[in-house]
């Protein structure tokens, strides 16, 4: 039986990255139940914490293989029953999700963009359309505070209560990034609106 006072998390990512496996092993320790999904596999040598439940997709998030990354994903997706879906990636992950959005009405959902997603992937040709609809889908959208990428998503038109910056020195070690990430999903499972900035 599942324990239904723990939220459930479904995170879709590169499971290659090691921060990434880092910080979901902390949103473990924070009482969060974990579902990771990858098109790709933990490195060799990346430990996940043993309470992360890690899923591959047999094909790549990458566009235009998204659609049908999407159509594996989905019925995982909904037999979880996630509280919060939380995509890393706007030119993969980040328009997978938003799939499922389109069709599956998910919510709340979290995107994190970080640098070549937005500023290489999410500007050319179909991808760059897909990636500019995906955006809209994501109740918040988490970033650092790096001037080009802001700059994209003003120009990608993204609504300032909608993006949440994580403080550059609060997010250099993994538990703080954690905990913000926490404090977002909080405030959207609260029903209090957009969460705040960090």
């Keep these: ?20 496996a880092a910080q979901l092993g902390e949103l473990v320790n924070l009482g969060w139940m974990v579902n990771f999904i990858s098109a790709h596999r933990p490195m060799p040598g990346t430990a996940l914490h043993p309470g992360i439940k890690y899923r591959h997709l047999p094909v790549s998030a ?44 998910f919510k709340p959902m979290v995107l994190t963009v970080s640098g070549p997603d937005i500023l290489k992937d999410a500007r050319q040709g179909m991808t760059r359309w897909s990636a500019e609809h995906a955006l809209k889908m994501f109740e918040a959208v988490v970033t650092a505070e790096d001037d080009e990428i802001l700059a994209e998503l003003d120009r990608m038109a993204i609504s300032k209560d909608r993006l949440m ?7 250099k070690t993994t538990k703080t990034a954690a905990e913000q990430l926490v404090g977002i999903y909080t405030r959207l499972l609260s029903g209090d609106g957009q969460p705040e900035n960090f």
């Design 1 to 20: 039986m599942t324990d239904r006072t723990r939220k459930i998390l479904v995170y879709l990512g590169d499971a290659a990255s090691q921060a990434t």
């Design 62 to 105: 990458d566009y235009p293989l998204t659609y049908a990354a999407f159509l594996f994903a989905a019925p995982l997706i909904l037999s979880l029953k996630p509280d919060i879906v939380h995509a890393c990636g706007l030119s993969s992950y980040g328009i997978m999700a938003a799939v499922h959005r389109r069709f599956l009405r």
């Design 165 to 171: 910056i994580l403080n550059a020195d609060n997010a």
